[in-house]
């Protein structure tokens, strides 16, 4: 067993109850994330939990015990987390989140229309460099209706994808259906690729940073 120290970048939705989280080492920025050794990696509240039984929020440094690296050709980041107790070691400034941004020049494969999803078959031959990426968008909206969605444009190319940051589905679901431009708050966005599900790999907004 090791352990790796991140920076939290999502604590997201997964199966819910179920949650995913990743973030990047404090030492050469590299993307970790931690899976449970259940069929789809979800992790559960005690398996995330700091001895005080709260849970990592995005900026918490946390140092995590770690098996062995699980990757796979659509989520090369994946490690697999011993049964030890997360630690909370300290909180990343909101001032130097610019030194975690990725600078893609696509976010991922795109097929047109709302850019949210990849045939799984696609990585039957082939695979990603990575699955997640801190990027910040030109402009960016949430559409609140049953659900939230993030239309954001990146580098010219328009994307809409659904969003799984329980903070902020808590907050524009409480707002109500409408529309938000948050282009004037300038928000970072932590995009993740999900596994394959019924036929695709879909594209989300993990967490909203303002």
Same mark, same amino acid.
């Given at each position: ?5 991140i ?6 939705y ?7 989280i990743?973030g &990047?080492?404090?030492?050469?920025y590299?993307?970790?994330? /931690?899976? #449970?050794? %259940? !069929? @789809? ?8 939990s ?5 849970m990592p ?10 098996d062995?690296?699980?990757?796979t ?5 994946n490690?697999?987390?011993?049964s ?7 909180v990343?400034?909101k ?6 941004r ?24 082939? &695979? ?7 990027i910040? /968008?030109? #402009?960016c %909206? !949430? @559409?609140?209706d ?13 994307y809409?994808?659904?969003?799984t940051?329980?903070?902020?589905k ?35 907004v993990a967490?909203?940073?303002?």
């Amino acid at each position: 067993m090791t352990y790796k120290e991140i920076v939290c970048l999502a604590n997201s939705y997964k199966k819910d109850p179920g949650r995913c989280i990743a973030g &990047k080492t404090l030492i050469g920025y590299k993307w970790i994330r /931690p899976i #449970s050794s %259940r !069929i @789809e990696g979800e992790l559960f509240k005690e398996q995330i939990s700091f001895s005080n039984g709260e849970m990592p929020q995005p900026l918490d440094i946390i140092k995590i015990p770690i098996d062995i690296e699980k990757p796979t050709n659509c989520q090369p980041e994946n490690v697999l987390i011993s049964s030890d107790i997360w630690q909370k070691t300290g909180v990343f400034p909101k001032d130097r989140i610019n030194e975690l941004r990725d600078n893609p020049e696509i976010i991922w494969q795109n097929y047109g229309g709302k850019n949210d999803r990849i045939p799984a078959s696609y990585f039957q031959n082939a &695979k990603v460099e990575q699955s997640l990426y801190l990027i910040k /968008p030109d #402009s960016c %909206r !949430i @559409e609140q209706d049953k659900k939230a969605r993030a239309i954001f444009t990146y580098k010219a190319v328009e994307y809409n994808l659904g969003v799984t940051d329980p903070i902020a589905k808590a907050e524009f679901n409480e707002k109500g259906t409408d529309v938000y431009d948050l282009s004037e708050k300038e928000p970072y966005l932590c995009l993740s690729l999900t596994d394959a599900f019924k036929g695709f790999c879909y594209k989300l907004v993990a967490t909203l940073l303002f």
